[in-house]
């Protein structure tokens, strides 16, 4: 830990977050490479010799030592290696299974295994190697992939390639292997050009299966059993350029959940994933230490880094109900990833009012954001239900039945969740068209109309249609309405529950909210909507919806507002003319 930086195992404050992002950012391709490699001299001995430009293949594994991974056969035995200094070691990380493995593969080819060709007594050197990972493995010839924890049965081989029940079981048990909840080794498969998945063998001693070749086995083993884990990565190598146009929402996703022998490491994965050629000064460590305040100290990080690239995507992903960081002051604007949420992940600057905020940055207490503010004057609560018994409506707390509309559906709707939610949503909707409180039916027109639009950025008329013959026409139409429903997911916070609030804010302006902040009575709170999540256009597939902050009425002494919790929603809040935005500081 560096001279007066706060401790990686207690929580960090904005300060303190800020502090340890600082580093060195370069501007464009790096032109570092591996500073090592393992070559097999005249004698048959494994040595660390300089990187000269020599082709070699680069080694995914998960590293010995955990008492919970248990290697197998050959992966037991160590491998005699000439280490920098000369002096012979018995390597338990480059065992005898990987060595056979990659003599396997190509013998003419040198190695690149990160616990010998970086020095692990140099700090400086590993945290160096860390920035420029992307490049070790996009300069491999290939990435051997190194399941050193299963193998497999002669039969298993046999069929892992063809469409069975045998296959499927074959692919499970691969899938299984540590290597596959491990961070560090999702994105090395992201970043490499070629990989081969290499795994013990009954009958050939290791199996070489091409990754691409794996995963279209995957993709076929899912058909006959869809309960075999779905793999959230790209599957194969992305180019440089898809890298840097990807989000922190996108790479956060990939290794936030997986786990990792230092939970700092996952903010240079990151950096790697999305080609942020940044070096820290001092990044924290905490080896083998694992807390929910170390969890939610990454991701503080990760949303500094994301500001750094003006990436604004972990903006988007601010109102999932699991957003860790709403416990913890000057971070409840940030972001967590939310799985599956392609909004967030695909955020582009092109798609929002990104260039209103130049100046988007950090203080000592939190986040300094331009947009527009307005207060809540009403709120109805929505929660619509399905069961056995079919689908229910409450609305503040009173729940009717809802009679279903009849149709036949036109062959144009998909039926997955995604849709049969939105059919839910509209179904219910146009029952509450007869709801007993004016404002309730008003508010359904109204969303009804969000729903409809194709592109809007004052709310539209509410429809003064019949909502069930609207609904009964829309879903016996030839429209599509898959990026709608896909949208729409947000409202749903279990696969048969959504719950929502319509509002109304000051300026007359029906919204629907969903996110981690109905908790509040909403009335009396401020709705405020940075200009980096204001869609410049509200335009399918993608930009349908917006992410609010929600905030308390009055600031603190230090002008700061309190940020209560995040919402996305249907609706924007109109802008003052000429106003430029309110600037405000929310902690």
């Not at 109304?504 to 302006?509: E, I, L, P, Q, S």
Request: proline share 5%; charged share 20%.
């Amino acid at each position: 830990m560096a001279d007066g930086a706060h401790s990686p195992l207690q929580p960090f404050t904005v300060a303190d977050a800020s502090k340890v992002c600082q580093g060195t950012l370069s501007t464009g391709a790096p032109h570092e490479s591996p500073l090592r490699l393992l070559e097999r001299n005249q004698e048959g001995l494994f040595e660390v010799v300089a990187y000269r430009g020599q082709p070699y293949v680069a080694i995914s594994y998960c590293w010995p030592g955990d008492p919970s991974f248990e290697r197998l056969d050959d992966s037991n035995e160590p491998t005699l290696v000439a280490d920098l200094r000369g002096q012979l070691v018995r390597s338990v990380h480059f065992s005898s299974f990987i060595s056979r493995a990659s003599q396997s593969y190509d013998p003419s080819l040198a190695i690149w295994i990160d616990y010998h060709c970086i020095n692990q007594d140099d700090i400086d050197e590993k945290t160096a190697q860390v920035a420029i990972m992307q490049r070790i493995y996009t300069m491999a010839h290939t990435t051997l992939v190194m399941l050193e924890d299963i193998s497999l049965s002669a039969d298993e081989c046999q069929t892992i390639t063809k469409i069975s029940a045998q296959s499927s079981s074959a692919v499970r048990h691969i899938m299984s292997a540590r290597w596959f909840s491990r961070a560090w080794c999702s994105q090395e498969l992201v970043l490499s050009h070629h990989a081969h998945i290499c795994v013990h063998a009954a009958n050939t001693g290791v199996l070489h299966i091409p990754a691409d070749v794996f995963w279209h086995s995957v993709s076929r083993a899912r058909n006959q059993d869809p309960s075999i884990p779905l793999f959230s990565q790209p599957r194969g190598h992305l180019p440089d350029t898809a890298l840097a146009q990807s989000t922190c929402a996108w790479a956060m996703g990939i290794v936030h959940s997986l786990g990792c022998s230092d939970d700092y490491d996952k903010v240079a994965l990151v950096c790697n994933l999305v080609r942020f050629f940044y070096r820290f000064q001092a990044r924290p460590t905490a080896f083998n230490h694992h807390s929910t305040d170390i969890t939610a100290n990454v991701l503080k990080m990760v949303n500094i880094v994301a500001l750094m690239r003006r990436d604004f995507s972990l903006l988007l992903a601010n109102h999932g109900p699991k957003n860790l960081l709403r416990g913890y002051p000057g971070f409840r604007w940030a972001g967590m990833p939310i799985h599956g949420d392609r909004y967030s992940e695909m955020w582009n600057q092109k798609d929002f009012q990104v260039s209103r905020d130049p100046e988007i940055t950090l203080n000592d207490v939190g986040l300094l954001v331009r947009g527009c503010l307005s207060q809540v004057v009403l709120e109805h609560r929505w929660t619509i239900h399905r069961d056995c018994a079919g689908l229910h409506l409450t609305i503040d707390g009173y729940t009717r039945a809802i009679e279903p509309i009849h149709y036949l559906p036109h062959t144009s709707w998909t039926w997955t969740t995604d849709s049969r939610h939105l059919i839910d949503l509209m179904t219910s909707f146009a029952f509450a068209d007869r709801h007993e409180c004016e404002s309730a039916t008003h508010h359904a027109r109204i969303v009804f109309a969000y729903l409809l639009s194709q592109d809007y950025e004052l709310q539209p008329e509410p429809l003064m249609c019949d909502l069930s013959d609207l609904a009964r026409d829309l879903f016996s139409d030839t429209m599509s309405f898959r990026d709608i429903a896909g949208a729409m997911n947000f409202v749903w916070q279990k696969p048969t529950c959504a719950v929502f609030s319509t509002v109304v804010t000051t300026d007359g302006n029906v919204l629907l909210v969903s996110g981690n902040a109905l908790e509040f009575d909403l009335p009396g709170r401020l709705l405020f909507q940075p200009y980096v999540t204001r869609p410049k256009l509200f335009s399918p597939p993608m930009v349908l919806t917006v992410n609010s902050m929600l905030l308390d009425r009055n600031p603190s002494q230090s002008g700061a507002y309190g940020c209560l919790g995040c919402v996305r929603g249907l609706g924007m809040i109109p802008e003052v003319p000429d106003s430029g935005g309110l600037r405000l500081c929310v902690v």
